[in-house]
């Protein structure tokens, strides 16, 4: 299971939260995530995070 939570910092940036709640790696719905394409991470759990992956426990924030 994952968990996103998405807060407007501004009319033009966006923190997007991502966070892998189980021991299993998760692949994340496209549908569920802006795109990340040019975000900059700003907090990540684990070395070189990969948008719409997540390994076991890993959370990471992203400024869109």
């Known amino acids: 299971a994952y968990a996103i939570a998405t807060n407007v910092v501004s009319p033009d940036q966006v923190l997007v939260v991502t966070a892998n709640l189980s021991g299993q790696p998760v692949r994340i719905d496209p549908a569920d995530l ?4 040019t ?3 700003l907090l ?6 990969a948008p719409g992956t997540l390994r076991p426990w890993e ?3 992203y400024l869109c």
């Open 34 to 37: 802006p795109d990340l394409a």
């Open 39 to 41: 975000a900059k991470v």
């Open 44 to 49: 990540a759990t684990h070395a070189d995070p």
């Open 59 to 61: 959370s990471t924030i």
